[in-house]
């Protein structure tokens, strides 16, 4: 299920960037996702592709920010090391330990991410973040 | 006349001829003879330049040396909202190397101007990336940063310093150096070294007669070695391949493998080997070698950042680093560095102004102790103990690894000093010891340390490896068990203090008493954690089950398997602070269970990373029980055995913690935990004789006296959805209202809450809540 979910946010990505795939190869394609996308429509809606943190200015939301776009770009090394330095700064900030739970699914260690996700709710997130949490967790859990 | 006669007589001369003739055609053809012996000895020096050859081919193109590895202390990073105060920052600069100047124009300086710093950081490479050097403009309000400005007048988010290098792990040789290209030698280096050691460098083959000959004349005029002759190539050789010893073989040898050397390799690779190779100075046991490691040996400075003077001073030292140690012989070492310096300004290398003008500087020496790389020892014991899970000790004391760790300069310091002012003050005789274990409370990063009384003492390491009994420490793992039962235990449930005897499963019994020798009844178990009473905490662990407490204690981080024994609930295991530090990291993450992590980052020499040493959390508590015991450890702290904490910290500041205090007052612990910060005391005797000091009395000041000296968070709570906190009379486990005398508010998960009001009783009873509750069961 969580694989379906990976691929198809890549898929998204891609389908934005290469327009020259054969017709059928796209239907195929297209009908993959749209099947893919029926099993874990949540995860899809709420985890944005573009940094949720681009406009922050201070030390955590920069970090917050680089990290978002090292691990969008497969650089997860990269992502880490700017996670603990958020962490670092800001021990309690749940968005740390989201992105960090997104950073353990994304490297297939589901069992960490989901307890990363559990400490992020620990920390009181705002709405919008528990919900996205939430999505998160239920897509590992299921 | 004998000519002569042998002339007259034919006889005579034919026999002389004949005599001659036999002469001749005796086997001793010396002609013959020196040519075959030349011609063998031509073939000895091949084989052996040959055998030579072989020598200095290997050892020159394989790994050169073998490079400790390098340990390094979290960087500091600036950002608006760091709490930090202006005098730390100073200090940690200074400690850095960093150069106080009035004008900010170089990497490695800094201006201070009251409250605002100017700083131009140094660019270094880190785990994640090179950070580049910045000029930052650095404004506090208090102890806090409250912006940052780059060059361009437009604010900056983070400043992150280099790291400050805490240490090494060496090789049986202890040998250490810090390689450099030539590239990063600074301006004057290399002229000047050559200007002293060896001005004919690049015009001789390995050996310089015109050179011998200046040292042989002026040797003579001296009447004694006064100068050598040696060039780079043959120092280098000798240092590189040979001994010391004098004598004509090896200096022969030497002669051989200098012109070998420089037959094979280039003159600017020979000089670079040399920069690295020179021994410059000893730090103990450690040997320093080369100008790289020099630099931040005498003056913490990388070696590129050093002005003329400095770098006068480390080309002063190759002649003997020991004769001319500017720590413990300035005079001379500054004598001999203007020497240097009037060499340099009379060769036209530097202008003599210039000369003059560093003449006038001090020697630049910063002291032993500000870059003592073996400052924390008792951490970088952590370090090495990490890494030798994963690394062979081959590597990490030869391959130039380059380890973070999560050490915090700033915290350790303090750390230290409140384990070594505490202690002076509760014991003149010097006799008691101490230790002490600060984390990261919310991340589990080991920040600090301490091992000894004595900062920098590299020894038996209590902080590991002193294990005793842990007496108290233990009592919330009983506590948390039962509140995990919210059906039959809550804060107010009364328990049992009252005399226990139990068998101790070695065939005896066990009867524990209270420090007071008083049993106090049924009494909440909140106040029976706070005041530490121990039947009740017998009491208590007993009737929820031994196995029970014991798994909790597993669940806790305690990964020691203890004995089934009724004793263990009141902390008959010995452990060290490390361990308990553990314990206390789970309460004060909120039940997340996560390991202490002294490494952040290993990365090779080339800067490749080569593990990660992040976060790993594993939710081993429900935040509801985590959060009824955090409100009991609170209460310690505000009026239970801890609460003497609140001379040292102020009052608003919620803190969490257990005094622990064991027989005959061997031992006394304090374990306990701010918002952002977790800390484990320990004071004893090395001889285990009693110290008569309880935790209270004894650890809990070193723990007061830090957490005064650095920057505090306050707990929080929980905020776990099914807790709900009401207003009750503690003493009769009843509901009550705020208005009533003597009623508190405690937190209950959902449905545990007591169901009936206790009245509200107003007491007249002064004095703190423990003296009201105390009142009514008077």
New interface residues.
Partial sequence: MMYNAISLTSLTKSCGKVISFPPGLFVVLFLTGVLAGCSTPVLIQEEQSSSPYEQR???L???LNQAWNAREAGRF??A??????A???S??APDVYYQ?ALLRRDQGRFA?SR??A??AL?L?PGVMLERKINHLLSALNS | MVKKSTTKKGRPAKKTKSSSRQKQGNPVPWKSILFKLGLTLVVLVCAYAVYLDAIVTRQFEGKKWAIPAKVFARPVELYSGKLITPGDLQSQLRRQGYQAVRDVRRPGTFARNGSQFVIYSRGFHFPDGTEPSRYVKVDFQGSKVIRLVGRDGKNLPLLRLDPQPIGGIYPASYEDRLLIRTAQAPRYLIPALLAIEDRDYYDHVGLSPTAIARAMVANLKAGGVVQGGSTITQQLVKNFFLTNERTLVRKGKEAIMALLLELHYGKEEILETYLNEVYLGQHGRRAIHGFGLASQFYFAQPLKELDLARTALLVAMVKGPSYYDPRRYPERALERRNLVLDVLAERSIVPVAEAERSKKLSLGVVSRELVSTNDFPAYIDMVKEQLRKDYDEKDLTSEGLRIFTNLDPVIQREAQNSVTSTLKTLDKDKQLQGAMVVSSAQTGDLLAVVGDRNPGYAGFNRAIEARRPVGSLLKPAIYLTALERPGQYTLTTPVHDTPVKISDGRGGYWEPQNYSRKSHGQVPLFLALAKSYNQAAANTGMAVGLPSVLNTLKRLGIEQALPPYPSVLLGSPSMAPVEVANMYQTIASGGFRMPLRAIDAVVDSQGKPLSRYSISVEQAFAPGPMELLRTALGMVMKDGTGRSVYQYVEPGIALGGKTGTTNDLRDSWFAGYSGDLVAVTWIGHDDNSPTKLTGSSGALKIWGNFMSNVPVQSVTSLGAGNVSSIWVNPSANGRSHPYCEGAIQLPYIKGSEPKAYAGCKADVVKGSLFDKIKGWFE
């Fill in positions: 200015q201070d030390a939301g920069t970090l090394g990269e880490e090391s700017l996670l603990g330095r962490m670092r700064i021990p309690t960090l960490q307890q990363l559990e400490r620990s009181r």
